[in-house]
């Protein structure tokens, strides 16, 4: 059986190596991605600091692929025509028997004027490192600054974990007393992280920006994005020398460019709890691709549910395990809907952390905690290191 993958991060990599692992000879596995570069995208937040460099949080991908297995094209996924199990690439034709999409997001930059132009964001490498450069320049003048989450979006996590590390680095660069800091959230309260929230968290938060001196906004969007301000939808202008937003992610152009796929507005694939798509049987979803029933609604401004590296990477081993059973000829496949995953997150606040357990990402739940660590974010450290460590290895079992 010859199954494709469409992407090599948290979700797809995980996919393949599994796929690999459990499938043995029995299983060829392509991988199909323009980036050589497995990246650990939660510790993004770290470079504009200098706290960490790029080359600290990757490595080469393909070189671990092919040891374990795994081919590896170098090419960018144009297109899919599910009823002819092909992809186009621009490399040529790929056919498939089973095809797993995990394609990650892209950003939603024109989500209001300005955002692409004047607000930095820390998302991905180049746009860490760019925001370094501004803050290097920023300090020399300070002035107000405004961090948040725009309309839409659902990666309220690290926004929070930048606003938390913006601050501690004033204080370091003894500016502090020189700006005012704004944070904007769509979110109904603080802390709703687009969960619905966990009991005491909402306190917590507020006994965050009251402690650090933050002003903060809940329920608005951004209506433009100025050089020196930001228009709020409520009319409200905050004076900004330096902004940071997390736009909302959207499909990638490769599901959007495949109709047969029958993909949602947004551009995310429809799957069953199996994360087996709705109309194609020898199609999945996994990680960021996949489309998310949220239970909750929005307040007055619309905002959606986060889609991080721990799902991503559970919902890769999930289709991997679906599609090995098939392949022996079984009929009842691993089911566990998104909502349904653990939550697991460590939120960094600048050297020092929150710990955010839960049964289930969605309510209802039996459990959830945040635990506030104001000594160290020694478990965020630890994770990343783990995590690095596991997958440079190929060790996608292990939890």
């Avoid at 692992?21 to 993004?44: A, C, M, N, Y």
């Avoid at 995990?102 to 989500?111: E, I, L, M, R, S």
């Avoid at 979110?187 to 920006?209: A, P, Y």
Wanted: with cysteine; glycine share 8%.
């Amino acid at each position: 059986m010859k199954t494709v993958v469409i992407g090599g991060n948290f979700a797809g990599l995980t996919a393949a190596l599994e796929l690999k692992r459990k499938g043995k000879q029995e299983q060829e596995v392509v991988v199909i991605d323009k980036s050589t570069v497995f990246l650990f995208i939660p510790s993004l937040i770290w470079v504009p600091f200098g706290r960490r460099e790029i080359k600290d949080i990757s490595f080469r991908k393909d070189e671990l692929l092919r040891k374990k297995g795994v081919e590896f094209i170098n090419a960018e996924a144009i297109k899919v025509d599910p009823d002819k199990n092909i992809v186009v690439t621009s490399k040529g034709d790929v056919s498939y028997d089973q095809l797993v999409i995990a394609t990650g997001p892209k950003v939603k930059y024109d989500v209001a004027p300005g955002v692409k132009e004047y607000a930095h964001y820390i998302g991905t490498p180049k746009g860490a490192m760019e925001t370094r450069k501004a803050l290097e320049k920023f300090k020399k003048d300070p002035g107000p600054v405004v961090i948040g989450a725009t309309q839409n979006a659902g990666c309220m996590g690290a926004a929070y974990e930048f606003l938390f590390n913006i601050e501690k680095w004033l204080r370091e660069q003894k500016i502090r007393k020189k700006v005012d800091l704004y944070w904007i959230t769509p979110e109904t309260f603080l802390g709703h992280f687009g969960i619905d929230g966990i009991k005491g968290g909402e306190t917590m938060l507020k006994s965050f920006m009251k402690m650090f001196h933050i002003h903060y906004r809940t329920e608005v969007g951004v209506k433009e994005v100025f050089k020196d301000r930001v228009e709020l939808t409520t009319g409200e202008i905050l004076p900004s020398k330096f902004t940071m937003l997390m736009p909302p992610f959207i499909g990638v152009d490769f599901v959007t460019n495949s109709p047969g796929l029958h993909a949602t507005e947004a551009g995310y694939i429809p799957v069953t709890n199996d994360y087996r798509h709705v109309d194609y049987p020898n199609v999945w979803a996994a990680g960021i691709a996949v489309d998310v029933k949220l239970p909750f609604t929005p307040g007055k401004i619309p905002f959606s549910g986060p889609k991080t590296g721990y799902p991503s990477d559970e919902t890769g081993k999930i289709v991997a395990e679906n599609i090995i059973r098939l392949s022996k000829g079984e009929t009842k496949l691993k089911e566990k809907a998104w909502g349904k995953i653990p939550g697991i997150c460590v939120m960094d606040a600048g050297k020092k952390e929150v710990i955010i357990l839960s049964d289930t990402l969605f309510k209802p739940r039996k459990f959830a905690v945040m635990i506030p660590n104001v000594l160290y974010d020694f478990s965020k450290v630890l994770f990343e290191k783990y995590f690095m460590w596991k997958t440079k290895r190929g060790l996608s079992y292990l939890p």
